[in-house]
């Protein structure tokens, strides 16, 4: 295979947030079937990151603006869901993802009122559950 990448890094030291963004002609052989792919290559990512220079860096590995889109569709759907909570008063309980997605509905829910965030479960089945909660606003301060 002859393919051409190029990638752009992006270093948030205050956050230790690594992003990488590749752009190359193979894209969807990079990103895979449902991002299977960029998956494994961010784990290898963070585990070569690791392994060279210690610490708990968070790698955000994307393809093509892939994990973006993505990202900005996860943020839209937790939006809708705790209008919804805020109007129903029900609970949502989001579906097991991965903790960068996680973090994309903290922060798209911070300054939402009346609403609180919270992951529960552990490993491969954390989750979040967006669960109405009058006079509390939620913060972005997410760490897991």
Known sequence: IHA???????????NQVIEI???????????????ENLKALNNLTRSAVFASYGGDYRILLDCEGYKRMKYQKIASMAIDEAKDVQSSHVPSIMPSMPSD????IHKALSGMRDIQVVSVDEGKHRHIVIRYMP???VHSDYDE
């Open 135 to 137: 006079g509390n606003v």
């Open 4 to 14: 051409k990448a190029t990638y752009q890094l992006n270093f948030d030291a205050k």
């Open 101 to 104: 997605e996680r973090l994309v």
């Open 21 to 35: 963004d590749i752009s190359t002609d193979c894209g969807n052989r990079v990103i895979g079937k449902n991002g």
